[in-house]
Every structure is written in structure tokens, then in C-alpha cells.
């Protein structure tokens, strides 16, 4: 019969055929079937590959398994019939398990000596009695039992100890007393504990009770830290580190401006700084090169606080003068006994001490062109010289007076001497600003809640 179901003709008088039908194909077996010595069907697969020892070809063992009660593993098994060199070790079939885990085992009696183990490569072996580790992936996996997995430790530190003893080593005696306390852990003469820990989740410790609660083996399921999982290659690298604010205190910044007296380009030199027990500033300084003019000043580093300051300073001795003082844009200062009030942005912002502020008043006041000259009054030059003598007087310390900072955005500062405790001679307080004083600092019209409502219906 074709393929096409025609009949193909044949010798005359003889009856045609059909083809054999053939037969349906098995159902395949399972790849990953129960450990079993009895099962016959059950036979590792055979490769030929390259021995790492001797470097000629050496065969190759897989057998796909299935532990009742955990999962599926792959036990390879590596000999070579020319050097003699073999290998075994296991892998877990499956994935990384969504959690680490960790079997702590009490032994005590020989027959738990006979439980089957898995030891994946990322596991941690723990015998605390002793003291005792075998780190993560400084072994192979294997499938073995609790007393093969004391018995592959002993032999790996026996390993180097012939070499260890002809070099009169220190620590060889040490390894040797050790090993022996391993082989005493064989015959179970006290109880002791091993402890299996798995980030990757694949490693197994036998229950022979199983499906029961086994009383001797405790096992804890966890999650696993960022390290683990770099351990376990689940993050390809670490994540980037957010680059490190520059931090400005330390930095002063330069950027290129004008000259005010000489337009000529100039450089300004801008700098961060904390006032202790206030807050941070911002002073500039501008020098000219081509005329020598300098100049510098201060910008509050803060908002407009909630109330304005009052500080009053009853100036009694010479040392007030070394006090450091901020005096902002929106700052007036008044000296009662001089009758004298310096109205705000007078001056400017400035970063200086009580003395140098009171001699850029001096300065300010005894210096103006319009009080000086030939269009000046008798009076008024009298005047000049009283004030500048008294306060030549009051920055000496030999005249008392009250010195009064008046900033209703909050932002000056007078140095407290006595800080954290309060100063006898200062007083501060703290007030609500009038409706002008908004006006002036322009609060008044701004609008800081509800504002995106008002543009929603523009957008």
C-alpha cells in the first residue's frame, strides 16, 4: 500500500497484502525516577570527556534521580581507567528555591549516622560541639550520609598532612587531635548536632519517619539576605551606589562676575557655612584685580521663618565686641542711647562681630558726602563728632549701651557666650509680624497652599 492508499498492482492470480501496521510508540518513561537499588530500568548514562589529571579520556556517569520527599537531583560520577583519577558529584535538577533553608540534626544513635544528605555546593556544614565549618563552595555537592559527610571532611584534612609533619608544622598535632575528635563523633558516644545551611534551598537531610514529624530535625525555612543572593549569582552585580552629595562646607565655589566700582571681570568666591546653635549662611566676596575694590556678603541659607527676631544686647564689657553677628538684608539695628536707627537693607547683609559692624556704621554715618563739606551745618558737624566720639566710646567698653536687631524674616544672628545656656545680657524674642512687615517682605501675596487649584482649570 502507498502512502496515498492506492493499491500498487501486482503479479497476476496473487493476492496483495497490506504493510504491516506499526506498532504504537511507548509511553516514554519518567526522565527523574525514585532512587532505588531494585530498579533495573534505572541506568546512569555513559559519556566520554576529558580527564583533568592526565588529560586522556575518561568516562563520564550521569543518573537522573528523584529523593523521596525532596526533588529531583543529578548524580554525575567521573573515572579514568589510564590514571585512575575519579570524581563524584551531585546537582540539584531544579531551580534556586524562593527561600534559603536550614536542617539542624541532634545525632544520637548510630542509626542516624545512616541518613541520607544532600550538600549542594552553596551550603554551609556546622558541627557547633567542636566548633567546626565547612564553608559554602569550598566543596563539591554530594549525595551521601551524615557519617560519609564526617568521613569526607576527615579525609580532606588528612589530606596534607604528611606534608604538614615533615615540615614540623605546629598545626599538624593541632589537625591531628581534631581528627580524632571527628572519628569519635562516628560512634555517636555523646549526642552532638549538625547543622546544614542553604541559601539556593536545594540541600536535604533524610527523615526516616517520614511522613511523620521527625523530633531529632528541625528545619527552618528563611529569606535570604542581599549577600546570599550575590553569593548565589541571583543579582548580576550589586546596585549602583548613589553618587555621594558633594558636600558644599567644605567647598568654595568660584564663579566669574563684574567689578560694581570698575566693571572689569572679577571672580566671586561663594562658601556654605553653619552658624552653631543657628542655621547655615551663604557669604560672598568679590575682589577686583584691576581696581583692588572688595566687597562680601551674606545671604541667609533658610526661608523666611514662621516669626521675626528681636535681639537686644546690653553691651557692659569690651569682650561683647568679639561676638560674632549675622545681620541679614531684612535686619534694622538700633542703639537707643545714640538715638540712632539703621533702617533694613542698609549696609547690606553682613557676616562680622560687633565691633565691625559699629565701625561700618561709624563709617557709613561720619563719611556721608551730604553731612560733609562746605554744605554742611555747623550743628550738624557737632552732632557727627558727638555720635562718632560715643561710639568710639562704646566699642572701647567705656560707655554702656543697648544694641537692638530687629529682623522680622528671622534670619540674624548675635552669638550667644554662654551657649547652650542663656546669656544674662541678651535678650531674644520671638514676635508675629504686622501686615506691613509682610507687605515689605512680600508674604503677603504669596500663595503656598491651594495654588495648583487655581491653575488646574488654565492647563
Known sequence: MAASGAVEPGPPGAAVAPSPVPAPPSAPSHLFRPISAEDEEQQPTEIESLCMNCYRNGMTRLLLTKIPFFREIIVSSFSCEHCGWNNTEIQSAGRIQDQGVRYTLTVRALEDMNREVVKTDSATTRIPELDFEIPAFSQKGALTTVEGLITRAISGLEQDQPARRANKDATAERIDEFIVKLKELKQVTSPFTLIIDDPSGNSFVENPHAPQKDDALVITHYNRTRQQEEMLGLQAEAPAEKPEEEDLRNEVLQFNTNCPECNAPAQTNMKLVQIPHFKEVIIMATNCEN????????????????????????????????????????????????????GMAVLGGKFTTLEGLLKDIRELVT?????LGDSSSPGQMEKLQEFSQKMDQIIEGNMKAHFIMDDPAGNSYLQNVYAPEDDPEMKVERYKRTFDQNEELGLNDMKTEGYEAGLAPQR
Open 291 to 342: 581696581c583692588g575694590h572688595r566687597t562680601n556678603e551674606v545671604k541667609s541659607g533658610g526661608a523666611v521663618e514662621a516669626l521675626g527676631t528681636r535681639i537686644t544686647l546690653h553691651i557692659t564689657d569690651p569682650s561683647d565686641m568679639t561676638r560674632d553677628l549675622l545681620k541679614s538684608e531684612t535686619c534694622s539695628v538700633e542703639i537707643p542711647e545714640l538715638e540712632f536707627e539703621l
Open 367 to 371: 563719611k556721608n558726602p551730604f553731612t
